[in-house]
């Protein structure tokens, strides 16, 4: 090879070594999570630097190695390196597929199951239940009232003025539903189960500080569930390209004392009241 392919491999073997210190720097000395606000959260995050320190280690290597390759076979006036044989070739590959299949799967499944318990296990009798309805481009928050029950909402009875949602007058479940728009209020330190409805395209359901983030899919209830454990206002994102509005659909999660989220209930006007007929 000539002097001019020696430089150029090793200015390539160099950029890749300058890579792997940028990323190990980026990744090591700079907390990039916001502060957790959920009881499960600390699991996510546990989750996540697992991730993060396994594949960096398999990322780190292999440039490293990559980075070697390129100088040491640049020596070589041929251009070409000893070629192993297909079965050692074969064992390498599938021993590197095992690897990260490995860390892909069974890491994060044995150390993430708690939080999947947390988020997605059976629902408690304590649990305090808050219906969030998306859609182009704002949230729907409603609170099923003192009788503990959502009422029945029928797409028929849609109206964007004075009944968003749907909500039927005939059914006595709705009497005392309460309906704001882009704030949830939470109590803190007790489970609150959200149940996930979209009115028009698939969104998803997003506060950082909690961990959460949820799809919600047209047609489907779903839902998520989590422990706030911190008082404060987060916000609430939606994470999923949505429409040409998207960037601008925002609400806000108040976590406060459970006096607070009582009184604050208690001044609310209940939806129906405001539906014309």
């Known amino acids: 090879m000539t002097a001019r392919s020696h430089l150029s491999a090793g200015f390539l073997a160099l950029f890749f070594v300058l890579l792997v210190i940028a990323v190990v720097g980026g990744f090591g000395f700079k907390t990039w999570l916001p502060p957790v606000a959920s009881e499960h959260g600390a699991v996510v995050d546990k989750v996540i630097r697992y ?14 190695i990559l980075a070697f390759f390129i100088v040491k076979y640049s020596r070589d006036e041929r251009g070409t390196a000893k070629r192993l044989s297909p079965g050692v070739e074969a064992r390498w590959a599938l021993s590197v597929a095992f690897g990260m ?9 044995v150390i993430g199951m708690p939080a999947w318990a947390a988020v997605y296990g059976e629902p408690s009798p304590d649990d305090v239940v808050v219906e969030v309805v998306a859609q182009q481009f704002g949230w729907f928050i409603r609170y099923p009232g003192k009788d503990g029950k959502f009422g029945a909402c029928r797409p028929e009875l849609i109206r964007r003025g004075d009944n968003p949602l749907g909500l039927d007058k005939k059914d006595p479940a709705s009497a005392d539903d309460i309906i704001v728009e882009d704030e949830l209020r939470l109590p803190v330190n007790k489970p609150a189960r959200i149940v996930l409805r979209s009115l028009d395209v698939l969104h998803s359901f997003s506060v950082p500080e909690m961990r959460v983030k949820q799809d919600i899919i047209p047609g489907y209830t779903g839902r998520t569930r989590f422990v706030p ?27 406060m004392a459970p006096q607070d989220l009582q009184r604050w209930l208690s001044e609310q006007v209940p939806a129906i009241t405001y539906i014309v007929d």
């Open 229 to 255: 454990n911190r008082e404060g206002t987060y916000e609430i994102a939606c994470a999923e390209l949505c429409g040409l509005g998207h960037y601008k659909m925002r609400g806000l999660l108040q976590v």
């Open 51 to 64: 991730t993060l320190l396994t594949t960096g280690l398999v990322f780190v290597v292999g440039h490293l």
């Open 101 to 109: 299949s490995i860390i892909a799967e069974v890491g994060v499944l």
